[in-house]
């Protein structure tokens, strides 16, 4: 998702991955898996099939794992602004763990091009050799407004494509 934020310094874009439930939605479905094995396992367990039990309680606990990993990893936030004369872009989960200040007439913006259609291009940009990776969470919408965003601001977006990397 690709927000808008007003700044003094200059544009502020708040750069998210989408989200299509909130952590107390995540908490509802988990506790309607809870019980409706809870029901499939109590009727197993009446029926003399008491090792379902444990395997139940491993399934749920995965459940729960996989929706707090899911859900952290949506927790991601890059922030983008742009100054007169610098490109600031700030990341971290809950607080700002990694900043860059690249000066923006010499930093370049490249767009690896998807091998399939249905992939979102990745952005990254570079400047003295290093090059960062720009929101990689972002859909394909999502990447083609922050390309606007890009160039609208005076940065040209340079397509390439990467060379295949060999399996063996």
């Not at 609208?152 to 494509?161: I, P, Q, W």
Request: net charge positive; aromatic share 10%; with cysteine.
């Amino acid at each position: 998702m690709v927000e808008q934020l007003s700044q003094r310094e200059g544009d502020c874009f708040l750069l998210t991955p989408n989200r299509s439930m909130s952590w107390r939605g995540n908490i509802r479905i988990w506790l309607a898996a809870v019980f409706l094995s809870l029901i499939i396992a109590t009727g197993m367990l009446l029926a003399g099939a008491w090792p379902v039990l444990p395997f139940a309680g491993l399934e749920l606990t995965a459940l729960a794992a996989a929706f707090y990993y899911t859900s952290r990893r949506c927790q991601r936030r890059e922030v983008l602004t742009f100054a007169p004369e610098l490109i600031r872009l700030e990341k971290g989960l809950t607080r700002k763990e990694q900043e860059w200040e690249l000066p923006r007439r010499h930093t370049r913006v490249w767009q690896d091009m998807p091998r399939h259609p249905w992939t979102p291009p990745k952005l990254h940009l570079q400047f003295r050799g290093e090059e960062i990776s720009l929101a990689p969470f972002l859909n394909i919408d999502d990447t083609e407004e922050l390309v606007a965003i890009l160039e609208r601001h005076g940065l040209r977006v340079e397509k390439r494509r990467r060379p295949e990397k060999l399996l063996f």
